[in-house]
C-alpha cells in the first residue's frame, strides 16, 4: 500500500544535538511538507519541497534544515539552534496534479528534549 | 494572505446527535477547503475537501461539510454522532490562485458522550 513513513516514532534529543527524523513516501507525490504541532497551536509549516532539489522555507523555518536529494525522501534536521524543539512533528505530501489537492500524513514522530 | 479560524476549542455533543464544527476562511482567490481528523498521537487523516461544484461535500465517515461562499464558511457537520468520532479536526484552506502552501485551523476537539 501506498504512503508516508516516518521514523523513528519517539525521538529523544539531548541539549546541543542535531536529530535527523526521516519522511519517506511511495506516493510518487511531487510536493512534500514537514509541520510542526503543538499544543492548542494547529500545525505551523517549517519547510516545504514542490520538486526534487528545491525546497523553501514556511513559517518557522529558523533552527531546522532539510534536503530533497530524492522524489521519495524529505529528511528533517532539528538543529542546536532550535530552542524549543519538543513538539510533534509531522511531515507530508501531495500530488501537483490537479484533481488531488489534499495531504497525506505521516503518522508523526514525537520529539522530546532531556 | 490566507487565514482559515476555528472559532470553538472543544465541541460537545452527546451520542446521536447532529454536530458542528465550524469554520472561517479568508484567501484572495477561490478556496480549496478541507478537513482531517487526528486520533491521539496519529497524523491527520483526510475527511473531505471542497474544490468546486456542490456546496455540500460528502467525505468519509458519514461527516459532510457545507461551502457557504458569502459566509466564508465551510462547516463540518454529522447528522449523528458516534463516540468514535471523539477527536481532534482541523480545517485547512488552499488559495487558487497558485502555490502549494495549506494552511491549517488551530483545531477543534469533538467530544462525543455515551
Known amino acids: ?81 532550535q530552542k524549543n524543539p519538543t513538539a510533534f512533528y509531522l511531515c507530508a505530501s501531495t500530488s501537483r496534479g490537479p484533481e488531488r489537492y489534499g495531504y497525506t500524513f505521516g503518522s508523526g514522530t514525537r520529539l522530546t528534549v532531556v | 494572505a490566507q487565514s482559515v479560524a476555528q472559532p470553538e476549542d472543544q465541541v460537545n455533543v452527546a451520542e446521536g446527535n447532529p454536530l458542528t464544527v465550524k469554520c472561517t476562511y479568508s484567501v484572495s482567490g477561490n478556496p480549496y477547503l478541507f478537513w482531517y481528523v487526528q486520533y491521539p498521537n496519529r497524523g491527520l487523516q483526510f475527511l473531505l475537501k471542497y474544490i468546486t461544484g456542490d456546496n455540500l461535500v ?52 469533538l467530544f462525543v458522550k455515551a
Open chain 1, 1 to 81: 500500500d501506498g504512503g508516508i513513513t516516518q521514523s523513528p516514532k519517539y525521538l529523544f534529543r539531548k541539549e546541543g544535538q542535531n536529530v535527523t527524523l526521516s519522511c519517506e513516501q511511495n506516493l510518487n507525490h511531487d510536493a512534500m511538507y514537514w509541520y510542526r504541532q503543538d499544543p492548542g497551536q494547529g500545525l505551523r509549516l517549517i519547510y516545504y519541497s514542490q520538486i526534487v532539489n528545491d525546497f523553501q522555507k514556511g513559517d518557522i523555518a529558523e533552527g531546522y534544515s532539510v534536503s530533497r536529494e530524492k522524489k521519495e525522501s524529505f529528511p528533517l534536521t532539528v538543529t542546536s539552534a
Open chain 2, 58 to 109: 460528502k467525505g468519509s465517515y458519514g461527516f459532510e461539510a457545507e461551502f457557504n461562499k458569502s459566509q466564508t464558511s465551510f462547516h463540518l457537520k454529522k447528522p449523528s454522532a458516534l463516540v468514535s468520532d471523539s477527536a481532534l479536526y482541523f480545517c485547512a484552506v488552499r488559495d487558487s490562485t497558485g502555490g502549494f502552501k495549506t494552511i491549517f485551523g488551530a483545531g477543534t476537539r
